[in-house]
RNA sequence: GGUCCGAUAGCUCAGUUGGUAGAGCAGUGGACUGAAAAUCCACGUGUCGCUGGUUCAAUUCCGGCUCGGACCA
């Protein structure tokens, strides 16, 4: 099993500066594991990191989507491991640093998506309520529909779709066995809630100071408002405002809100889904703990 | 100075024909297998501004006060 050092934690957090610094100290490459910084142009609202920032350090999966591409948590998978044997291949280590939970995870474990994306379209269930997709669903696949709440219209849908083409969620997950099939170290950065919010808050004024606006501006008037890109949070929030529906103050104020909401859902997920290792940023020697416990990794 | 309106959850407000109250948002917890920065679920006790009075009982009715807002001087 190929070894591979995993940095996750909420947005804002400092998972970027770790990224690096644990390249240029145990020799790796880092590669993007969030689902907003892969597309280009996304630069301010993305906290992507800067050709400043890298310091030299390579980085994969980051910038290499066009605004209007699809992406998706499969694709993701079979690129980033791709990247991981090249790198691993070259003697290095192989470092993914992201925010996106379920990618993560997808990427570590035996997740397995069978066939090719499948174009779902929606309209073809709008004269339908929740509970008739959801009674639909049970009659095509009686698992997936349990494990579904029946408002959960989106993933119902999705289910039922995949029914429909011949391959039942529940069937294609039932083939996994759930394990990881990495040696992952899995480092958790966290820190005091009420600081991280004050922290999302600063980070969301700076982007606006750093010229998020003309970043966006730029942006919607050359590529379609339903790009994929523009689901990210610090995008869709300033739409209202470029169509001058709304007040740039009360959009800035809903991408701090929507920021918050978003730490908050990745915690959820980062302390419930796997195994990780939390490691309090404010604490004067967390870094040494890292260095050491990577170390240990990597010699073990 | 006078008149009127408002004061109820962190915020915006609803409501109680008198029996101590509930929505949205925020917040907290949770779920998560092809849009995941997405999508979805659960959770609502707060001196009903303060103070007197009427009443078995007042957040609700009456008086005074305080603080907002509007209008008249």
Redesign the pocket.
Same mark, same amino acid.
């Given at each position: 099993m190929l070894k591979v050092i995993v940095i996750v934690g909420p947005?804002a957090v400092g998972k970027t500066s770790l990224s690096v610094k644990l390249a240029k100290r145990f020799n790796g490459e880092i590669i993007n594991g969030?689902? @907003?910084?892969v597309y280009k142009g996304?630069n301010i609202?993305?906290? +992507?990191v800067t050709e400043d920032e890298k310091q030299g350090v390579v980085h994969h999966l980051i910038d290499y989507k066009q605004l209007t591409d699809?992406?998706?948590?499969?694709?993701?998978q079979k690129d980033a491991r791709e990247k991981i044997k090249e790198i691993s291949e070259k003697g290095k280590t192989a470092i993914v640093v992201g925010?996106?939970?379920?990618?993560i995870?997808?990427l570590l474990?035996d997740?397995?998506?069978?066939?090719?994306?499948?174009n779902?379209d929606?309209n073809k269930y709008n004269e339908f309520t929740n509970e008739q997709l959801h009674q639909k669903l049970k009659e095509l696949d009686k698992q997936s529909a349990k494990?579904?709440?029946p408002?959960?219209?989106?993933?119902i @849908?999705?289910?039922l779709v995949?029914a429909e083409s011949g391959i039942k +969620?529940s069937e294609?997950?039932a083939r996994?066995s759930?394990t990881m099939i990495y040696r992952a170290k899995i480092i958790g950065l966290t820190m005091d809630?009420a600081r991280l919010?004050e922290r999302i808050n600063q980070r969301v004024d700076k982007m606006i100071e750093e010229g998020l606006v003309e970043e966006t501006n730029q942006l919607f008037s050359n590529y379609s408002l339903k790009s994929?890109g523009f689901?990210?949070?610090?995008?869709?929030e300033l739409i209202p405002y470029y169509l001058k529906q709304k007040d740039l103050e009360s959009c800035v104020e809903n991408i701090k809100?929507?920021?918050?909401?978003?730490a908050?859902?990745?915690?959820?997920?980062f302390?419930?889904?796997m195994p990780v290792r939390w490691y309090d940023i404010e604490d004067k020697d967390f870094l040494d703990r890292i260095y050491s416990d990577v170390e240990e990794f990597l010699n073990g």
């Open positions: 947005t969030d689902s @907003i910084q996304l609202g993305s906290a +992507k699809r992406y998706d948590v499969a694709t993701f925010g996106t939970g379920l990618y995870k997808a474990y997740y397995e998506f069978v066939g090719n994306p499948i779902i929606e494990a579904i709440h408002n959960n219209r989106k993933r @849908i999705r289910a995949m +969620k294609q997950e996994q759930g809630r919010k994929q689901t990210g949070i610090g995008y869709k809100t929507h920021t918050r909401q978003f908050k859902r990745q915690y959820t997920w302390n419930n889904q």
